[in-house]
């Protein structure tokens, strides 16, 4: 992949400092570094105001077709988008799942009245999305999900738990894997159901974090009712329409997530270089390490979307997804750990009430996540050796719920 940046991409990019430095004033200044991963309860009605204003000047689903409400953007100009709005410390936006996963979904996959009825609220940020996946006894093993759903006359009843549900508690609307042909097994029989949670069939419960955030919920589905026509692609077929989102997952997006990360290091550099330990030598080459791997994560990132983009299903391509997430995954928990080395006994306490911490002290704590979520380590690392190098594959439960390995 060429890395250079032509003319027209130089000027987009100027473009787009630009903007965000006209528009994030007056109360939206306020909102400079606010929300992200376990901090998205801070101003969250302040921060949908703000994604409601970038949809107003054209700034959502930049890589969506012109014909389905996006601005039709190449993949550089959404890399160079989302890299300058981490460099502007532009609030954490509200509506990922429903901009990045759920609606690229509905057009591949979606009905032309789904698309029709779904797509303009997600561009204008007016109805907010949750991902149904993850059940107590299906997390990583995906294929496992037991919370089911059977039809009656025009809607589908809806029964059964899911958890780790990010932003349910503040969302409308929630994609529901659920098994809706009776007796099937593992992948068989699943359907994908596009669930209203504003109805007495829905309970959802916030799970408070290590870092006092709770932005994880767990999600009750007792006789929850959708139309009939809320199913994505053809019932009992809903794997594929699963899969298929999830390729989705770990967009352009992650290019502003980079970013992010490294200026989170930067606070670190600051913060030893002001308290003196810098000047230790061990810790020194730590932050030297800290400071490589950054340029590494781009670079590969932009190749594995490059390689996705031109539909290759090579390592580069294939596997590029789980190889990117074991590496930002592990480097991002290691610099928690460094946050923590370099603030020292400072590190141990909090700045005043429970759970007042100050960056570094969220950094790691979160940071212990990374590994775990969105596809533990453990997994990665298995789909990359029977996917991509052909290992033999592991062993496989008897019971559809007596594993916890990976989605498959």
């Given at each position: 992949m060429d890395l250079t940046y032509s003319a027209a991409e130089q000027s987009f990019r100027a473009e787009v400092r630009a903007w965000l430095g006209d528009h994030l004033t007056g109360d939206f200044a306020a909102l400079r570094g606010l929300g992200g991963p376990g901090r998205d309860h801070e101003a969250h009605d302040e921060r949908l105001a703000w994604n409601q204003h970038l949809a107003a000047h054209g700034w959502t689903a930049l890589g969506w077709p012109v014909e389905h409400g996006g601005r039709g953007l190449s993949l550089m100009e959404q890399v160079i988008f989302h890299e300058e709005y981490a460099r502007a410390d532009a609030p954490a936006r509200v509506n990922h799942l429903g901009e990045e996963l759920l609606g690229p979904t509905l057009i591949a996959f979606g009905t032309p009245e789904q698309q029709q009825r779904f797509l303009?609220?997600?561009?204008?940020?007016?109805?907010?999305?949750?991902?149904?996946?993850s059940e107590p006894g299906a997390g990583s093993d995906l294929a496992a999900v037991q919370t089911r759903a059977r039809l009656e006359g025009d809607q589908w009843v809806v029964?059964?738990?899911?958890?780790?549900?990010?932003?349910?508690?503040?969302?409308?609307?929630?994609?529901v894997i659920a098994r809706t042909e009776p007796g099937?097994?593992?992948?068989?029989?699943?359907?994908?159901?596009?669930v209203p949670l504003d109805q007495e069939g829905v309970e959802v419960r916030p799970i408070e974090q290590i870092t006092g955030g709770s932005e994880f919920n767990?999600?009750?589905?007792?006789?929850?009712?959708?139309?009939?026509?809320?199913?994505?692609?053809e019932p009992g077929q809903g794997w594929g329409v699963a899969m298929g989102l999830l390729?989705?997952?770990?967009?352009?997006?992650?290019?502003?997530?980079?970013?992010?990360?490294?200026?989170?290091?930067?606070t670190v550099v600051e913060r030893a270089r002001a308290n003196g330990s810098y000047d230790d030598p061990v810790l020194r080459d730590r932050i030297a390490r800290a400071?490589?791997?950054?340029?590494?994560?781009?670079?590969?990132?932009?190749?594995?979307?490059?390689?996705?983009?031109?539909?290759?299903?090579?390592?580069?391509?294939?596997?590029?997804?789980?190889?990117?997430?074991l590496v930002w995954g592990g480097w991002h928990?290691?610099?928690?750990?460094?946050?923590?080395?370099?603030?020292?006994?400072?590190?141990?306490?909090?700045?005043g009430a429970a759970y007042d911490l100050d960056p570094h002290q969220r950094l790691f704590l979160f940071s212990r996540a990374d590994t775990i979520y969105g596809g533990s380590d453990e997994v990665q690392r298995t789909?990359?050796?029977?996917?991509?190098?052909?290992?033999?594959?592991?062993?496989?439960?008897?019971?559809?719920?007596?594993?916890?390995?990976?989605?498959?």
């Open positions: 303009p609220p997600i561009v204008a940020a007016t109805e907010l999305w949750c991902q149904g996946y029964d059964g738990q899911k958890v780790w549900t990010s932003l349910a508690h503040l969302s409308q609307w929630c994609f099937s097994q593992r992948h068989q029989g699943l359907s994908f159901l596009m767990e999600v009750f589905f007792t006789g929850a009712r959708t139309d009939a026509s809320m199913v994505v692609g390729g989705f997952e770990r967009g352009v997006s992650t290019l502003g997530q980079q970013v992010g990360f490294a200026r989170e290091l930067e400071t490589a791997q950054p340029a590494v994560l781009r670079v590969h990132a932009l190749r594995g979307l490059s390689a996705v983009t031109a539909g290759s299903d090579s390592a580069a391509g294939g596997g590029a997804a789980s190889i990117a997430k928990r290691r610099l928690g750990e460094l946050a923590m080395q370099v603030a020292g006994a400072d590190g141990l306490t909090a700045r789909i990359l050796a029977e996917r991509v190098l052909g290992l033999p594959r592991e062993p496989r439960p008897t019971s559809p719920t007596a594993s916890t390995q990976g989605a498959r």
